[in-house]
């Protein structure tokens, strides 16, 4: 009997590899434009799996972590842009935090200081240099005049048809997300992004089944010495 949930054990880890974790994915933007070689922690990304099969969907919460950082309202950059594998049609919503999202101390966010970017144009795309010259979607800021609104968290929700799973969102460059922000009051504005990682969750299955498969083996060698 033993035996036999060991194996259990290993092969519902292993075979659990290939499901999509349904716990949240956690981003973390630590790698700056301006010294990447020195990473740090800007803020976060989090997926959020909701629904299921051909109504599934991904909500996504981006918090800047660092005090007195906001989403950048000049230059080139984009507050945030990401990659879905094979370049979908996607439908993007801005939630408020009055849909069960409340802010905590020091966060600030209005949805109205953000625009969806629809990309509908064959081989087109949205910059947040140096982590990848061209974003598939991307969500602008649209706060200029030195960044006054200070916003620093960003709730939106996307779908697509025939449902979206986190395991659809791709990388860019090496790159899972980028964001535009200011170093306010009076400090520059720069890119962040953050690499890809395995979701944590699918690891943890696979060390779980691989632990399984290791004390199988283990108690195997010790019947053969026990029977020599």
């Not at 194996?7 to 499901?19: E, H, K, N, R, S």
């Not at 993007?92 to 200081?113: D, V």
């Amino acid at each position: 009997m033993r035996r036999f949930w060991l194996i259990l054990t290993a092969f519902l880890g292993l075979a659990a590899m290939a499901v999509p974790a349904s716990a949240d994915v956690v981003y973390t933007l630590g790698c700056s434009s301006v010294a990447c070689g020195s990473p740090s922690n800007y803020g976060t990304v989090t997926l959020k799996q909701l629904g299921s099969g051909a109504s599934s969907h991904v909500e996504v919460t981006v918090n800047l972590a660092v005090a007195g950082n906001n989403f950048a309202g000049t230059g080139a950059g984009y507050a945030i842009a990401w990659n879905v594998t094979g370049n979908p049609d996607l439908t993007t919503t801005l939630i408020p935090t009055n849909a069960g999202h409340p802010l905590l101390a020091g966060e600030i966010y209005n949805t109205s200081h953000f625009d969806i970017q629809d990309n509908t144009n064959p081989g087109f795309g949205y910059k947040n240099s140096p982590f990848g010259d061209t974003w598939m979607y991307a969500i602008d800021y649209n706060q200029g005049g030195g960044n006054a609104s200070n916003d620093n968290k960003l709730i939106f929700d996307v779908t697509k048809a025939g449902g979206l799973l986190i395991s659809n969102f791709a990388a860019n460059s090496g790159f899972m997300f980028a964001a535009d922000i200011w170093d306010g009051p009076s400090g520059p504005t720069f890119v962040v992004a953050a690499k890809k990682i395995p979701e944590p969750q699918t690891w943890l299955l696979f060390f779980a089944g691989l632990a399984g498969l290791t004390a199988l083996v283990m108690l195997q060698r010790r019947r053969k010495l026990a029977r020599a």
